[in-house]
């Protein structure tokens, strides 16, 4: 309990001025609603703009993979999200980023989708998805009009997805880790021209997120360093490395302190969060770091009713 102890008076002294909010989509016990809504990481405040019925929008709590597949578009201020209805197949839905209100649903595609990445320079929707064969996915543009894909721009054989992916709109590719062989691999599809799939690079390591910065043409990444000791990281990727070539800031130097799934940047802060449990008694807990100077700081919420089943930060940078 000490070490608890440490942690709520650390994160009282590392209060700011600029607001730590994450929007999310949210579960409770509630076995027919979920919601839309914010999480203020300073004043633990779980903010529920709107709850959403499961028939409409899918069930996220049955995703394949351990991320709900969402992604804010700031020009409209809506998200897309993909969400499996009782058979199993997404459910694409447009939901007012700021109400969270339902726009419109899609079933127009049959396999499960993975991912989704917005392009906010060209309006873009791209989705990664499942093909009929195992380890054979495709990534896709998706017409935001009907939920139809508009064009297969890569696909990708051989490898097994995972939640993880990122989106460069400046240069106009779509990130993805896949597994190979027992390996992460970290791949490049172009969403200009005719699409492809650009580079697949072998990793060293076992990432547990990405995230990539547009205005400095970075790749941010969540590792566990257990050189030495065992310690959560952030790290910049480099893939003719296919490793991390530098280490820019420390989630937690506590074995009892798991990295899972959800990540988001603030690309106007320079702000990494990283979800993390504390020996899984506390699943809810939020970690940041800032990848420009090292400083961050973690929290648990304890007594939250609430699951998270993505994160994005909802902003405009141009
Ligand atoms: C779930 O939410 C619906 C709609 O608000 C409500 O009618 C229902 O009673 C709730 N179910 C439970 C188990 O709380
Ligand atoms: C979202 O809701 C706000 C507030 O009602 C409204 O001003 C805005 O036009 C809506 N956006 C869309 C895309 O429906
Ligand atoms: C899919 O890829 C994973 C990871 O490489 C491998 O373990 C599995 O056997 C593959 N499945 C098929 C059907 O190729
Ligand atoms: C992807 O785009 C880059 C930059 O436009 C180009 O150099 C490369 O050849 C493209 N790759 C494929 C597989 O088309
Ligand atoms: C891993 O930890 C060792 C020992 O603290 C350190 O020297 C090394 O730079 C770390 N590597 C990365 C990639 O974080």
Redesign the pocket.
Known sequence: MYFLFVLIITSCLAKSDSSRILHSVFSD?????VYYGSINYDTEQYNIFN?LNINDVGNPKRIKYSVLPLTYDPNDDVIYMAAPDNDNRPILSVINATTGHLLSTFKSISNTIISLQFDIFQKQLFAHIESEKENVTLLTEIDTTNGNIKHVLATIRDSKPTYMSSYCPICRKYFLMMIEDEHFVYAGVNTSNSGGLDWKAKLNYSPTGMKFDYKTFTMYTTYVNTSIRYVSSIGILDRTKGGISKNVGIISESPDVGVTSFSAFDIAEKIYYASITLDSVFPNGISYVNVDNSQGDLNFFPNTKYNSHAWFIKQFVH
Request: charged share 0%; no cysteine.
């Open positions: 016990s509630n076995t027919t609603q709850s």
